[in-house]
């Protein structure tokens, strides 16, 4: 950063967001490290700087002999994190979607007098000639400035979801829970197997649904859906 904006900024962060595998664009790194100093993020930033709050405080969480960092805290609000500190972007789609304005509006006098007041404002680049596109689960091109955006609306509206540790466990629970399923389809009419497979799928999304509206817990499904699906189709 130029030591003059530095000097005169309230806090600084970084806009890193992080691609999966299949190349979404899920999780921000809350804090990253570099040179042996933390740096927050964009959207941890605006937050400790509208509130004037002190740096994040970790939340811990103890899964039997296992201690993990859970959620970080930081102006009265908990933000959960995974291992890495990294949190899942709340998005929402249509239009509950973060207000854009284009800074033609604003240079040219387009925009309404006090429309931006007592708002939080981001300014990014949404030029596709300057590489800071990315696609999410539910947008082909998003500009990166408003994974931020969307990532503070979510801790100011609680909307966060939570992956706990015991996630992976919780998944190897349901494949194994949907076995018999595999074991017993093969003895049941194909129309009845059909069903009873629908039924299971049904419950797995509802429930996933009911944990995360309710609890905001975010618990894998598409394992769970394949062992569920799979033999009923070898089978059928």
Do not use: K, N
């Amino acid at each position: 950063m130029v030591p003059d904006l530095r000097q005169a900024a309230a806090g600084s962060g970084h806009v890193q967001a992080l691609r999966d595998a299949d190349g979404v664009t899920r999780r921000v790194p809350l804090l990253v490290e570099q040179a042996q100093r933390w740096h927050p993020s964009l959207s941890l930033s605006v937050l400790r700087a509208l509130s004037d709050a002190p740096a994040p405080m970790p939340v811990w969480a103890s899964y039997g002999d296992r201690t993990r960092i859970e959620a970080l805290e930081v102006a009265g609000l908990r933000v959960p994190v995974d291992e890495a500190l990294q949190a899942l972007v709340p998005y929402r789609r249509g239009s509950a979607t973060v207000p854009v304005v284009s800074a033609a509006e604003v240079s040219q006098g387009r925009l309404a007098p006090g429309s931006l007041q007592g708002r939080i404002v981001l300014v990014g680049s949404s030029a596709s000639g300057l590489a800071d596109l990315v696609t999410t689960p539910l947008h082909a091109s998003l500009p990166g400035v408003q994974v931020h955006a969307e990532l503070i609306a979510g801790f100011l509206d609680g909307r966060v979801a939570r992956e706990p540790a015991y996630a992976r466990m919780a998944e190897v629970v349901l494949v194994l829970l949907a076995l018999p399923l595999a074991w017993w389809g093969g003895r049941w009419r194909p129309l009845t197997l059909v069903a009873a497979a629908g039924c299971c799928a049904l419950l797995l999304v509802v429930g996933q649904g009911a944990l995360l509206a309710h609890h905001g817990l975010l618990l894998p499904l598409a394992a769970p859906l394949l062992a569920v699906f799979l033999p009923t189709a070898l089978q059928v």
